[in-house]
């Protein structure tokens, strides 16, 4: 017998011996059991989906209580077609969220990359305060900026919101900007000075266009952030400068419209196209 044959007769005689009816019966109480990992799935996903279906369906209901009377498009007639202060709101929103976000963008990803790339003397203290709006409650935050700007006579309106959404997006941006850092091959900056690159040149050519997963990653996840912050923008919110948040917080306090089901609704859809139109775009990025 050779030397190979030995050594794989010894390994095989280590191996547990397993009889065929022991694997049919422990395949079979495999069937009967199904693992508690795929029940807590399944359980997440109903408890987490089950209130869209609900809102979803009482959207279409004809009466304005929780009792069915029938499928009707009326209070999304209501919603496109008598509910101006509600699409103020809305607007009010998507122009806060698309403006603060890109200035979080703009400051988040210039400082993520000048905290990784430079060594100074306050560079741990930056980042350890550009965490805190992360980790604060929001009820503080929002207390504290209203006094920020009650001190500086600054008028609650927009511009406050504005400011506000900047500033706690911006922690957001910078970590994924960082993240995205922290994988950077600087073999490349090398190369790009080695070739004739200035500092300029090779943050727009080259850090920037690798660092762009990471910064349309933070852009979308401050928008989001933005449009369904309520407790910051109670504090900073002024007469006439209400978000859909605000607005829905007003409405509900008289009981629950249909109007703002509808409402849901259409965000809904409107958020899943955006999702899956941005997706490809999201991938290609990802593979430049």
């Known amino acids: 017998m050779s030397f190979k044959n030995i050594v794989r007769n010894a ?3 280590l191996k547990p011996r397993v009889s065929a009816g022991e694997s049919a019966r422990h395949a ?11 029940t807590a799935f399944y359980l997440t996903i109903v408890f987490l989906f089950l209130p869209l279906v609900v809102l979803i369906l009482y959207s279409f209901n004809n009466a304005k209580g929780m009792k069915w009377a029938g499928f009707s498009l009326h209070w999304y007639e209501q919603l496109f077609f008598h509910s101006k202060d509600l699409w103020r709101s809305f607007r009010n929103s ?13 400051i988040g990803t210039l400082g993520a990359i000048g905290v990784n790339w430079y060594r100074f003397r306050m560079r741990s203290y930056i980042q350890a305060v550009s965490f805190l709006p992360m980790v604060l409650p929001e009820i503080i935050i929002g207390v504290s900026l209203s006094i920020f700007f009650a001190g500086l006579g600054i008028k609650l309106g927009l511009l406050t919101i504005y400011i506000a959404h900047t500033t706690f997006n911006l922690p957001f941006v910078f970590l994924m ?11 490349i900056i090398e190369a790009a000075h080695d070739l004739g690159a200035d500092e300029k040149q090779t943050l727009f050519k080259v850090t920037i266009p690798i660092c762009m997963p990471g910064i349309v990653s933070g852009f979308l996840t401050a928008i989001t952030i933005s449009l369904e912050d309520f407790v910051i923008t109670y504090f900073v919110a002024g007469p006439g400068s209400s978000t859909l948040p605000i607005y829905i917080y007003s409405a509900i306090r008289f009981g629950v419209s249909p109007v703002i ?15 899956y139109c941005l997706r490809n775009f999201l991938k290609y990025i990802a593979a430049k």
């Open 11 to 13: 390994i095989t005689s």
């Open 28 to 38: 079979r109480r495999a069937l009967r059991n199904p693992s508690l990992s795929k």
């Open 94 to 106: 998507v122009l806060i969220a698309l403006s603060s976000a890109l200035s979080a963008t703009i």
């Open 177 to 187: 900007v960082m993240a995205r850092l922290d994988e950077f091959d600087f073999t």
């Open 261 to 275: 089901n509808a409402l849901s609704v259409v965000m809904i859809v409107g958020t899943v196209l955006l999702t």
